[in-house]
């Protein structure tokens, strides 16, 4: 079907008074640059120099703005590697959370993930450089064209975030042969977990249809080690059956050790639990009581819908 996006002059008008918004068209920004989690990047240390800049918009089909952002993903750089922009004014983060919109055109690439830089309020002279949350898109991106990536974040209470970093390709760069070009643009940050472009029919017109089928698609994100499946795959939107067990394999970085998994499902991850009297989303902690070595089955009762798993990686003392 057709893909479109509401005027942006529309969406301004309709979003709630407390929605920060970036269209690149004007300096509503305070720095753009890169930014690379990796501590021996390159790009850290001066070696190589990050490329990224305002330039005119490649491709107005889905997108009518007149200047974007364009960033080379570079296979020197680490899969955490992305376009890192600096705020004019923070925004405050809390357990209940927000949701940021970011529309990207890219022509390959996997996993999208925003990484929100800043500091908390309870922790006197703490740097705006530390990480604060991270977060991989919930939805699906194509290639080639606009996409609004949609990213539901929290953190705990006094978080003031200072910089976003767009990650367009947050997987290994080790079979990368060149280096290509991503773009970024109107960042809105707000309350609504709909994507700004669709089909021709929204998610909510529609109650998901995609969760009807006999599949659930299984997503994982976790910091200081992996969740994959028993068999080494990568759990970025994996189909498997629904209402079937899923065993899993945790894999922790160097110094930590894996204490449970947060395993969230349902029909729709974004936004609030209950929607018009309908619950959207549960959520379920299994402990190591579940594991057996480093493998844990998930339940049948979790493998529905939408699921994302997070695993709970703690240093090891």
Avoid at 51 to 69: F, Y
Wanted: some cysteine.
């Amino acid at each position: 079907m057709k893909k479109h996006i509401t005027l942006f002059l529309s969406l301004l008008c309709a979003l709630p008074a407390t929605a920060q918004t970036i269209s690149f068209e004007q300096k509503d920004y305070r720095a753009i640059g890169v930014y690379d989690r990796w501590e021996q990047s390159p790009f850290r240390d001066g070696r190589l120099k990050g490329q990224a800049a305002i330039c005119a918009n490649p491709d107005r089909d889905g997108n009518e703005s007149d200047s974007v952002v364009a960033f080379r993903r570079s296979r020197w750089a680490s899969n955490i590697y992305g376009v890192r922009i600096d705020l004019t004014e923070p925004f405050a983060l809390t357990p209940q959370g927000k949701v940021v919109h970011v529309l990207i055109h890219r022509p390959q690439g996997g996993r999208v993930m925003l990484v929100g830089l800043g500091k908390r309020h309870d922790r006197q002279g703490q740097s705006a450089e530390v990480e604060q949350f991270w977060a991989y898109a919930v939805n699906d991106l194509s290639h080639d064209s606009w996409d609004d990536a949609v990213f539901p974040v929290k953190s705990a209470n006094g978080v003031d975030i200072h910089s976003l970093v767009v990650v367009p390709d947050a997987e290994s760069p080790h079979k990368m042969t060149a280096d290509w070009v991503a773009y970024v643009d109107d960042i809105v940050v707000d309350d609504d977990p709909e994507p700004r472009i669709s089909d021709t029919c929204s998610v909510a017109d529609t109650d998901n249809p995609d969760i009807t089928t006999d599949m659930a698609s299984v997503t994982a994100a976790s910091r200081n080690g992996t969740v994959v499946t028993a068999t080494g795959q990568t759990l970025n939107a994996f189909a498997t059956g629904s209402g079937k067990p899923l065993t899993v394999k945790v894999v922790p970085a160097p110094g930590f050790r894996c204490d449970g998994l947060r395993v969230k499902f349902g029909r729709r991850l974004a936004g609030p639990k209950m929607v018009a009297g309908k619950q959207m989303w549960q959520e379920v902690y299994l402990s190591r009581d579940h594991f057996e070595g480093d493998l844990c089955t998930l339940p049948a009762s979790c493998l529905y819908g939408y699921v994302e798993i997070e695993g709970d990686f703690v240093p090891v003392r």
